[in-house]
C-alpha cells in the first residue's frame, strides 16, 4: 500500500440526548488568525475557535478547535474556503495544512485551505487516556481463552475510565454527530454561506454526516475513501477489512509465480506463505536474531501486498525468512498520551463480540473465508469496546440524505482501509456520484496520483462539475522490485482511518 498512513432521518431540531438544540452557528466565536510559530510550517496562519462543549447547551461549557489556513495562491480568482480533515479518528487537519501540500495547484489557487483538528484532538481541546493502559488493550486484542477475553474487556473499561478521568465532559461529547455540528460553527466562523469540504479516510463520515445534518449548506462535498456506517455486525466489519488484503495477497502470488525475477518463482508463494503462517502460529517461526514472530508480525508484514510496486521486496523478505536469513522484524511502539480513539471510536461504533466463543467462531469464519490472509490489522477495530463502557451515541444507520445538492466519493478498488465495498454503499445510501480509482492504496485525490481522479474533483470544487455517473480511473500502480520491505505497521489505534504522509 502506498503509505500515506500516518474512516431514521437526523432531525436538526433534537438534540443527541434528547433536548431542543440551537442552530450549531448560535454560540460561535470569531477566529483570529496568527502565523503559526513552526518554522517549516511558513506561509500557514493558526487559528481557534470557541464552541459549545454540548450543542444542546449552546451558553453551558465551551472547549476550543484548533485551526490552521494557507490562503488561496491567487487570491483575484479566490471563490472560498475549502475545509479539509485527514481521518483518524486521530488526525490532525492543522498538522496536514501546515506541513503537507494539501489539494492540486488549481484548487490552491481558488481557495484558502483551512484543516481543523476535531474536538478531542491535538491542538484542539484534547482528549487524554493512559498511554499504558492504551497499549496494554491493543496487546490484549487477540484473546485465546474466556479468561484472556475477560481480562481484555478489564482492560478497555480501565482505558476509558482513564479517557473519561482525565477528558472530563468531553469524552461524552465525542461522536461524529458533534464534530459535523462543529464544521458548521466553523463554516460559519470563516464567513462561507455554504460549506466546501474535503475528506479523507474516517474524515468522510464527518461529511456524511454533515450532509444529514445541513444539507442546505452544502455547497461542494468530497470524501475520498468512504467509512461505511450501516454496517452493525462484526462479522460483516471484519469480512470487509479482510477481503481486500486476500484478494491483493493472490494477486501478489499470481504475480510471483509467473515472474521469473520474483524471488518466490517456482516456489509455489502461496505454499511458501503457508508454511510460515503454520510455523509462526507453532511460535517456531524466528528472524535472523531469534526473535519469535508471531502469527500477527508476519499478517503484518503480508499486509505489504496491498503496495504492488514493493512485490518484489516483499518476496525476498518472505524467500529469506523461509531460508532462516531474514532480518528482524520491524516493531513500532504505542500510542501518545493525547488518545482520542478509544472514546471516538466507541462513540461512533457499535460492533458486539459478546464472549471468547464468538469471537472464536469470527477468526475461524475468516480463516475460512481467507485462506491465505486469515486476518487484517484492522479487525483488530473490532474488539476496541469490549467492556469499554463507553456510550454509542451515533448508532450505526443507512445514510439519509435529502435536499443536499450533488456530493462526490472516490474510492479505491483495492483500499485495505475504507475498503471499495463500504465507498459503493456509501455512494448508493447518498446518491453521491462515486469516482472509481482502479488501483491500491488508501485514498486517491490530490497525490498527484493519477490525472484522471485529480481532474474530476478540481472540476467539481472550483466549477460544480459533477463527473458523470460510474467514472473509473485506470490503475498507475505497477508489480516492481520496490523500494526495499516497508514493514506494514499495525494501524494505530491513533487514526486508524487517517492519512499520515
Not at 163 to 174: F, I, Y
Not at 475 to 489: A, F, H, I, T
Request: proline residues 6%; positive net charge.
Amino acid at each position: 500500500m502506498r503509505s500515506r498512513t500516518l474512516v431514521g432521518a437526523l432531525v436538526v431540531a433534537v438534540a443527541f440526548t434528547g433536548g431542543t438544540i440551537a442552530p450549531a452557528t448560535a454560540a460561535t466565536s470569531s477566529i483570529s488568525w496568527k502565523p503559526c510559530p513552526e518554522a517549516e510550517a511558513e506561509g500557514a496562519e493558526c487559528g481557534s475557535l470557541e464552541i459549545p462543549l454540548d450543542w444542546s447547551k449552546p451558553n453551558g461549557e465551551k472547549i476550543t478547535i484548533g485551526l490552521a489556513r494557507r490562503k488561496a495562491t491567487g487570491p483575484g480568482k479566490r471563490i472560498g474556503s475549502v475545509l479539509v480533515d485527514p481521518g483518524g479518528p486521530g488526525g490532525s487537519g492543522v498538522d496536514f495544512v501546515k506541513y503537507t501540500q494539501v489539494f492540486t495547484a488549481k484548487v490552491r489557487a481558488r481557495f484558502d485551505q483551512v484543516g481543523f483538528d476535531p474536538r478531542g484532538i491535538n491542538t484542539s481541546s484534547q482528549l487524554r487516556c493512559d498511554s499504558d493502559l492504551a497499549q496494554a488493550s491493543d496487546a490484549a486484542k487477540h484473546p485465546t481463552s474466556q479468561a484472556e477475553f475477560d481480562k481484555l474487556a478489564r482492560i478497555n473499561r480501565k482505558l476509558h475510565d482513564s479517557c473519561r478521568a482525565n477528558s472530563g465532559k468531553l469524552a461524552s461529547h465525542v461522536d461524529n454527530l458533534n464534530t459535523a455540528r462543529d464544521m458548521d460553527a466553523i463554516r460559519a466562523a470563516l464567513g462561507e454561506k455554504k460549506l466546501t469540504y474535503v475528506g479523507y479516510s474516517y474524515g468522510s463520515l464527518m461529511g456524511q454526516q454533515y450532509a444529514e445534518l445541513f444539507p442546505h449548506r452544502v455547497r461542494a462535498l468530497v470524501m475520498d475513501g468512504n467509512m461505511d456506517h450501516s454496517l452493525r455486525t462484526a462479522w460483516e466489519f471484519m469480512r470487509t477489512e479482510t477481503k481486500p488484503i486476500e484478494d491483493g495477497f493472490v494477486e501478489f502470488a499470481r504475480w510471483c509465480d509467473k515472474t521469473p525475477q520474483c524471488a518466490l518463482y517456482g516456489k509455489n508463494t502461496r505454499k511458501v506463505y503457508g508454511e510460515l503462517r503454520k510455523q509462526a502460529k507453532a511460535g517456531t517461526l524466528v528472524d535472523s536474531e531469534g526473535t519469535p514472530i508471531s502469527f500477527y508480525d508476519l499478517a503484518g508484514m503480508a499486509f505489504g501486498v496491498m503496495s504492488p510496486g514493493s512485490w518484489g521486496e516483499l518476496a525476498k523478505y518472505f524467500a529469506d525468512l523461509s531460508a532462516g536469513r531474514a532480518a528482524k522484524a520491524v516493531r513500532f511502539a504505542g500510542p501518545i498520551v493525547n488518545e482520542p480513539y478509544p472514546s471516538i471510536w466507541c462513540s461512533d461504533w457499535s460492533y458486539p463480540v459478546r464472549n471468547y466463543a464468538h469471537y472464536k467462531g469470527l477468526r475461524k469464519l475468516l480463516a475460512m473465508h481467507f485462506p491465505n490472509i486469515q486476518w487484517s490489522p484492522y479487525v483488530d477495530h473490532a474488539m476496541t469496546c469490549v467492556g469499554s463502557g463507553t456510550k454509542n451515541t451515533n448508532p450505526q444507520q443507512r445514510l439519509r440524505i435529502k435536499d443536499a445538492p450533488p456530493l462526490v466519493m472516490v474510492g479505491n478498488v483495492h483500499d485495505p482501509a475504507t475498503v471499495y465495498e463500504w465507498n459503493k454503499a456509501a455512494a448508493r445510501q447518498s446518491g453521491a456520484h462515486l469516482v472509481t480509482y482502479e488501483g491500491w492504496g488508501h485514498t486517491a485525490y490530490g497525490w498527484g496520483i493519477t490525472s484522471c481522479v485529480d481532474n474530476a474533483v478540481d472540476a467539481y470544487l472550483i466549477d460544480l462539475k459533477v463527473p458523470k455517473r460510474g467514472l473509473r480511473c485506470p490503475s498507475m500502480e505497477k508489480p516492481g522490485l520496490g523500494e526495499g520491505v516497508r514493514s506494514q505497521r499495525k494501524p494505530s489505534p491513533v487514526g486508524p482511518y487517517g492519512l499520515v504522509r
